[in-house]
């Protein structure tokens, strides 16, 4: 079992629709990021929290440490938010290093 | 600024031979990280630096080197080349602390690796 799942590992949606991607994690941790990973391959850092919630534009992030659990939300969603999601933890025994998740491939249509 | 950057963005090896991947970041970031991506998986780690003059292994070090004589360059050597190292690479950076933006990480744009 990965340290990092996150689901679903597909989803397609209609523009406009309001979008959860979800990653669950089984260790402690410091801080979890989420990621976005362009077609062309760049990945940008969109979030990194360690409690609570954060919302840029039209993205939130939420993350619940008892439940080693986060979300990633989309509202309004639209074709240009077509990209890979990944979801990393910082361990907290782990140091500098992170852990990712295989991702989450998001398809948004006309 | 220009981040970090990674050279070359192509390449393609014969099995055996040797070549460098280069990482540059010019935003005086300590910590820096080389990954690779293959088709559908996640990003493994293959080697660290939490600064100058110190690396450490990550989960799939073998086939691979790497080293940090300055906090900008992070290069990262594989010598004899293996069709398992076709791979998408990526270097990233990030700084650490409780400042604004301190341990987001910034990711050059990748160097995509294939080995025949």
């Known amino acids: 079992k990965n340290e990092v799942e996150q689901s679903p590992q597909n989803l397609t949606a209609q523009e406009g629709e309001f979008i959860t991607i979800n990653c669950s994690y089984s260790?402690?941790?410091?801080?979890l990021h989420w990621l976005q990973q362009h077609p062309g391959g760049g990945i940008v850092s969109l979030f990194m929290l360690s409690s609570g919630k954060k919302k840029h534009g039209r993205l939130i992030a939420t993350i619940n440490i008892q439940e080693k659990h986060s979300s990633l939300h989309i509202t309004a969603s639209h074709p240009r938010d077509s990209a890979v999601y990944i979801c990393?933890?910082?361990?907290?025994?782990?140091?500098?290093?992170?852990?990712f998740g295989e991702g989450t491939q998001l398809t948004v249509n006309p | 600024n220009a981040g970090v950057t990674q050279t070359p963005k192509f390449r393609i090896l014969k099995i055996g031979q040797s070549m460098t991947l280069q990482c540059t970041q010019d935003?005086?970031?300590?910590?820096m990280y080389w990954y690779r991506q293959d088709p559908g998986m996640g990003l493994k780690l293959i080697y660290y630096s939490v600064g100058a003059g110190i690396t450490d292994k990550g989960e799939v070090p073998n086939g691979y080197n790497v080293s940090r004589s300055t906090t900008e360059d992070f290069p990262l050597r594989l010598e004899l080349a293996a069709p398992s190292q076709t791979s998408v690479y990526f270097c990233?950076?990030?700084?650490?602390?409780?400042?604004?933006?301190?341990?987001?990480?910034?990711f050059g744009a990748g160097s995509r690796l294939t080995v025949l």
């Open positions: 990393a933890v910082n361990g907290e025994t782990s140091g500098s290093r992170l852990t």
């Open positions: 935003m005086n970031h300590n910590y």
């Open positions: 990233a950076s990030r700084t650490s602390g409780t400042s604004f933006g301190a341990n987001v990480l910034t």
């Open positions: 260790v402690g941790i410091s801080a």
